[in-house]
Every structure is written in C-alpha cells, then in structure tokens.
C-alpha cells in the first residue's frame, strides 16, 4: 500500500465529520452514504484523507446560502473496473466560467495569484502521482443546482 488506508477508514471519517457539521449547522446539512454493496471496501487500499476536503468544499461552498434542507451525497461504486467516489450537493452549484475557473485551479495551483483552492489541487495531484494520469478528480456543476466532484481511483486490492 502507498502510505494508505482502507477504503473503509474514508466514510467512516466522513460521517464523523458530518455529524460534526450537523450539530453546528442544524437542517442546513444532511447527508447520504450509498456504498455499492458488492464491494468490500476493507479490501481496498487508498491514500488517507481523500474524501474529507471535498466533502468540506461541497458544505463551505455548496451549502454556504442554503437556509435549509442542504444536503452531501456520497457514492463509492466500480464502473468499468476502478473505483468512483462521488461527492455531491444541492446547493447553488457555479457557472461554466466559474467551472472553468475551479478546474483550472484543480489542474494548474498558481500560488502567487490565488489564496483558496489548493485543497482539490493538491488532492488531484496526490492521486495523480500516487496512481498515475489516468485517475484524479472530474468536477461538474449546473448552476442553481449544485455540484458533483468525480474522484477516479485504481481499485487496488490490499495483498493478503
């Protein structure tokens, strides 16, 4: 394993954390964890403290004028033999220039001209040197609507 975890750490972090957020914000953050259930995620290996930020970013960002009935939805499923981890809200999600914007950040961290968005930076280029260009992080969004962030990782199986 590359100083990782088990898949199964990440949403049992997460949770802990949106508990958290529940007790401060109330109605204004709910949440949902679908776990495709033919996987066994304990079998799986991934880097630490992946999912965290973004789940972060989607409450902060996402949720930040929702007055109620916000709500983070997470997916961890296999599709077309990796693993996929979605992060989504409902909340007032960006337009194409802002979208652009964000995934050029996420691609291309210029820390002399910004002061935010390192944290989706620094977890694609994680994954991107641990794993290789082939996985990383696929942000979409409607406005109005919300946001998705993609994560595509190797479904790499701890060695018994």
């Known amino acids: 394993m590359i100083n990782g975890t088990t898949l199964q750490k990440e949403p049992d972090h997460i949770e802990n954390y949106l508990r958290i957020r529940q007790l401060r914000f109330g109605d204004r953050v709910n949440y949902r964890i679908n776990i495709m259930p033919e996987m066994i995620l304990e079998e ?36 077309e033999g990796d693993v996929k981890i979605d992060i989504s809200d409902n909340g007032g999600g960006m337009d194409d220039e802002t979208m652009k914007m964000v995934m050029n950040r996420v691609k291309n961290y210029e820390r002399e001209r910004n002061t935010s968005g390192i944290a989706l930076y620094n977890i694609n280029r994680r994954i991107k040197l641990s794993y290789g260009e082939a996985y990383g992080l696929e942000i979409t969004s409607v406005r109005g609507e919300g946001t998705r962030v993609r994560m595509t990782l190797p479904a790499r199986k701890l060695s018994k």
């Not at 972060?56 to 939805?73: P, S």
């Open 44 to 79: 799986y290996a991934v880097l630490p403290l992946l999912l965290q930020p973004i789940v972060e970013n989607a409450i902060v960002h996402g949720l930040e004028n929702k007055e109620q009935d916000g709500k983070v939805w997470i997916a961890i499923y296999m599709m």
